[in-house]
């Protein structure tokens, strides 16, 4: 084994997040094979879809369907893609690797996961865990919480691309019983969104690359739902949350921008005003709203703060406080702007008054859970947790996957 080094791999179902343990950031990768209408015949694995010259029509073969991991012929591409001198050269005869599954993840598929990590690429040491366990670890062991004292316990919300997980930590242990779900992630608001401005404006229930930057560049979370509903109905100037979009034509703009309406591209003389745009009123923060309403698109669950407050109350009563002052919200649907500020008002309004409510949201949601296996690779408990090689040998992956069921 290598001097205390390991190679951290967040699975996630969009994005992949990975590096060695003693790199300072990881790479962030699409999670999937994308292909293009303009170049039918190559497949672009992961961050190949750069290279790519015309990205309008894309779609993705994606590993992942309603989060948990089925397509293992695309996993495998994409990981000997991950693994290549292209991107992350690593020795895993060499190097243990730190590996994220989802929640509740099925036995046969943590059989096949294992399998392939060992027949395929010759692993010597493999320790499974959730990011949302990372994110745990990470929470409880950062400098901020260190300054203060350690905290006892932690919600972590984690909003990926399937789904919405909301999990209560004590003493560093799920409380399993307490776990909510909720099945709306950034896949869900992404396909509305499609589904809102075909129906408004224009056809793009193709283009799911483009209008998830859409999505990533122009919407936030309302403060209060019902006055911004009112300002969207104005005309522009009174009308400040109203926007449009520039979409990308690929031979001048490769990734679109946000414009105020009356804004004709500046500096673009050589015929700028025929670029395409979509105009952006209400949908800037309905989109995000789901999250805080699923039933607005016919999921009929709990919206985020109430499923936070209603996994606090299954825990332990003296638990309650450490939790409702503890509470981390990570994955990519973080990064909208206004959300630390809505959830922590929400749950404030629902949380009994004498209880202190804090909400935190890292710097980078996305790669929050990847810094969390970096610490706890480089902890004592690390090593005790990995699955060897010669178990597997002695014993199959069966054994493995019930002795170390995470």
């Not at 709306?184 to 930057?213: A, P, W």
């Not at 490769?254 to 009123?281: H, I, K, Y």
Request: glycine share 6%.
């Amino acid at each position: 084994m290598s001097d205390n080094n390991a190679f951290v791999l967040d699975n996630g179902a969009f994005y992949s997040k990975l590096g060695l343990s003693d790199e300072s950031e990881p790479k962030t990768i699409l999670n999937c094979i994308t292909k293009a209408k303009s170049e039918r015949r190559r497949p672009f694995i992961g961050n190949q879809i750069e290279e790519c010259r015309d990205a309008s029509g894309l779609f993705y073969i994606l590993c992942f369907q309603r989060g948990y991991l089925v397509n293992w012929d695309v996993q495998k591409t994409v990981w000997d893609y991950f693994f290549s001198p292209d991107c992350c050269p690593v020795q895993f005869s060499e190097t243990p690797l730190l590996i994220t599954e989802p929640l509740f993840n099925f036995g046969s598929i943590q059989e096949a996961m294992l399998e392939i990590l060992y027949e395929e690429y010759d692993c010597d040491a493999v320790c499974k865990s959730t990011a949302i366990d990372l994110a745990a670890f990470n929470y409880m062991h950062s400098e901020e919480t260190e300054q203060r004292k350690r905290p006892l316990a932690c919600v972590v919300v984690e909003m990926g691309f399937s789904f919405t997980h909301v999990v209560p930590f004590v003493k560093g242990s799920k409380v399993r019983e307490a776990i909510r779900r909720i099945d709306v992630g950034g896949k869900v608001l992404t396909n509305h969104l499609k589904e809102i401005i075909s129906y408004r404006q224009l056809n793009v229930m193709d283009e799911s690359y483009v209008i998830n930057q859409v999505k990533e560049d122009s919407c936030f979370v309302s403060q209060n739902f019902n006055e911004d509903m009112r300002i969207a109905r104005k005309r522009y100037p009174d009308n400040s949350i109203v926007r449009e979009y520039v979409l990308p034509d690929y031979t001048q703009i490769r990734r679109g921008f946000l414009r105020n309406p009356n804004e004709l591209a500046v500096g673009r003389s050589d015929g700028g005003e025929e670029l395409q745009t979509v105009r952006l009123g209400n949908e800037r923060f309905v989109i995000p709203e789901i999250l805080f309403h699923p039933s607005d698109v016919g999921i009929q669950q709990m919206g985020v703060p109430e499923a936070i407050v209603d996994a606090i109350n299954l825990c332990p009563e003296e638990t309650r406080p450490h939790l409702f002052a503890n509470i981390v919200v990570c994955g990519g649907c973080a990064l909208f702007p206004g959300m630390q500020s809505r959830v922590e008002r929400d749950v404030r309004a629902l949380a009994p008054d004498e209880y202190n409510v804090a909400v935190t949201v890292p710097e980078n949601p996305i790669t929050y859970a990847w810094h969390g296996g970096k610490k706890y690779s480089q902890s004592l408990s690390f090593m005790k947790s990995c699955m060897s090689r010669n178990e597997y040998e002695e014993y199959g992956t069966r054994h493995l996957v019930e002795k170390y069921e995470s």
